[in-house]
Structure formats: structure tokens, C-alpha cells
């Protein structure tokens, strides 16, 4: 329909102005669809910013209801001798002048008695908090070490003598038992797995016996391992931590307890920031198990053990380096009976990877006692799985194998092979290096000190077992498997050493 003139304007017809009506709800639709998937997505992105939590305005909610819970606790015991310092006093903490802490300081100090040589009784403060509402407390094992009397000190300052129901020195885990006249206030265990790094955090204790002290910070790291134990696998935090805050709890936003403090790192003794707590995932077992028993019942595998270098997965042709390297094995223990020996390299347990040596110790003590596990091991260059029956740990027994250290001995002439002066085991050299009996091989007479060897911290009297995996008695045998391997394109030699008895392995490269 063409348009019509009226009074000088260009007047559209009907049937066009239909067509522009109906552009016009196809835009508004596709707007509209835009619209609704912009909203949805916004929904989603919310939805996970609120997994992550803003920082809260306040704490003081939380830290009023589960304050109650925690508790201060005070042990006594008689000591000989000087207490730690230099002049056999204990140091004291410097305050600007005035400060109403130099006089509580020195009072602490007079109550811990100075360094004169006499039988006294000290105390010691540290922190704790309860889990059932019968008195059931957890702390630090260190926190009530050697203890004679321990009493606990409730919120509301009521004072309870407590017993001790067991203690794990290996996780630094105690459980005390008092016995209130009413229902005490409690906390519950949180899962230290679900925590991450950047979450909020909240640490309530006794530093330096002030008591009822709150802090908050997040958690700095996981997985830390200080050298404590053999199952180190501590939550770094920020959340200021002080001598006194031992065996107190960190809590999580939803006020469940996700780690026992336990240890700071700090150069002057007060908080720097660096403070480390027992997984609730680690405690939470060893608690149940104290709580039951009066002592831990870990799983045991019968193997000694040792980090996988580069060097020794390239010469076991694993493809990275990666798992637990079993040094040597209890001919008694589960490991033994499953077919496991030296030399293999354990991957998996009971279908937990095994990362790395230190993942090893913690999958099988948390394993149930007379279980049937497989185990994924690396052996003659391929992968294996055996079935192993899990034993119950004598906690005496040591499953890390010795790093080793550096030494020296009067060298005799022998044979030099990578720097390392070989000879044949002989009596006179057995009674030398005190070797013993059962161990034959050929033993180092010394080390060059540029040598790859010792580098490796191999030193005289080390007594070199096998090579490659296979046992030698001479050292020309070691000698001959050098150029085998160094033939065959290998970078590296792999030795099995005996030092006073303990094997380690260790890889040497002999590309040089």
C-alpha cells in the first residue's frame, strides 16, 4: 500500500505500521533473552562469591559463643637445675618503661624460680578446649609433658583438677578428663579438608597466662611440614599465636574446630604472623583413639622408607619422581608378606596416591588395624599391585630411613669408582668401620670432597650393598655396573648403602 499525503505529512499506512510493531517484539524478546541469561549468570557468579565469604564486620558473636568451651590449663612438676639461658636464669621479655607487664613478668618469673641448682617446683600455662559435655578436653601433649598435677580453669574461672587419658607425642595430641558438677560447654570437630587457604580463622587461648585471649587471621598455608613428626601436616595461620595458646583451638566461621595450635615460628619468642595447627582431620582419630584406648593404634606396614630424587627415578626408569622408595623391609611386617622389598618405590595405598614419602606414614596409620590393602608399587621397571594385610605400629619403631651425614676415616688404598675409594669387606676393615655381621659388600675408605658421592653425604665406612639393584662383593663388580650403566645412556647409578646396619638408597650420577 503506498503512503497518502494529509496536510503536507507522510502518513504510513496500516499495514506497515503492523511490520514495525512486530521488529519491535522480536527486539524486545531477544533483549529479554539477553536479559534473563545475564541475570542467571549473575546468579551463578554470586553463588560463588558467596562460597568465599566477605570478611565478617565482627567477630564478637562468635567469639562469645565459643569462648565458654576453651579452657586455661596449669601443670606443676619438680625440676633440677638452672632453667634455660645463658646465665642459667630465664630471660626477660623486654617492655617500655612503665609497662604493666614487666611487673606481671617478673612475678611469672619468680613463681618459675631462678637457676640455683635446687629440686623446684615449676608451672607451666597452656590452653585447651572441651569436646563433650562430661569434660572431656583436648590439648598439646607438650603442653602437660612430665606434669605431676594439671588443672584446668574453666571459662568461668572455676578451677577442676584433671587427669590425663592419653597422650600421642607423634601428633602432639593429649586428652584430659575432669569431672564437673554440670553440663560444661563444648565445641565440635570441623573437616580441616574443606579449609582453604585465604578462609577466615579464629584462635582462642591462654597467651602468657592472661587467658580468654581471641585472635583472628586466615590460613596462610597447608600442609606444612616443620619437622615435628612423622605426620606433619600442619594449617599455617596469621591469627596471632603466643606461648600460652599451646593446645588451644582454631575455629572456622562456622565456630568448628578445624586445628589444635600448636607451634609459631618466631625469632623473638612472641608472634611474627607464622603459626602452624594439628589438622582436625589428623586429631580428630587420635583423639577417638586416646578417648577409647588411653593410647594411639596405628597401622603398620613394616618398611623403612626415603624420598624419590630425579636421579633415582631416572635410574629405576620411573617416570617422574614420585611415591615412598622402601629402604628396607621388616621380614616380619605385612610388607614382607605381601612381597614388597628394597628397592621398590610404593605409588598407591588402599587407592590413596602416594605423592611422596611423607604421604606414606599418615595413609597407613589411618588405616583400620587387619585390613587388606592394595598397593600400587613400582618393581623391575613396571608397575605392580600386591596385597598387603595392615599391622598394628610398635609406636617405638622408626619408618623414616636416616638421611646420613658426613664423616671421616684414615683412607687406604683401594679402588676408586665416582670418587668413592672401594675395597672388599674384610674382617680387619669390618672391625674398623663396625660393620656388622649380617652385611656384606664392598665398604668406602674415603670420599673425594668434589665428588658427586659426597654431595650425596656418603662417607667412609658406608658399605656399599648393591648396585643397580644387583648385590656386589668386590669393588671391580661396581666398577664393571658403572660402565654398564653409563653404556646404556643412564645418567645415574643407583646404590643400596648399609651405615651401622640402616639402609638407605642413593643415587649417584656418573656422567662426570
Known sequence: MEPTQSSGRTRVAPRTLVLARADGDAVHRRLFVIFTALLMLAVMLGGRVAEARAAPESFADLAEKLSPAVVNISTTQTVTGAPEGEDGEVPMPQFPPGSPFEEFFKDFLERQGRGNGEPRKVTSLGSGFII????VIVTNNHVIQDAEEITVTLADGTKLPAELRGKDPKTDVAVLIVKPSKPLPFVDF??????????????IGNPFGLGGSVSAGIISARNRDINAGPYDDFIQTDAAIN??????????????????NTAIYSPSGGS?????SVPSALARQVVAQLRE???????????????????IAESLSLPRASGAMVAGVDEKGPAAEGGIAAGDVILSFDGKPVPDMRSLPRVVAETKIGTTVDVVIWHDGKEKTVRVKVGQLDEAATEVADAGGKGGTAPSKAQVVLGMSLAALTDDLRGRHSVPEDVNGVVVTDVKSDSFAAEKGIRPGDVIVEIAQDKVTSPAQIADKVKAEKDAGKKSVLLLLSRAGDLRFVAIRVDK
Open 132 to 135: 563433650d559435655a562430661s569434660g
Open 190 to 203: 570441623g573437616d580441616s579438608d574443606k579449609a582453604r587457604v585465604g578462609d577466615w580463622v579464629l584462635a
Open 243 to 260: 606461648r600460652g595458646n599451646s593446645g588451644g583451638p582454631l575455629f572456622n566461621m562456622d565456630g568448628e574446630v578445624i586445628g589444635i
Open 272 to 276: 611474627v604472623g607464622i603459626g602452624f
Open 293 to 311: 584406648f588411653g593410647q594411639t593404634r596405628r597401622g603398620w606396614l613394616g618398611v623403612r622408607i626415603q624420598s624419590v630424587t630425579d636421579e
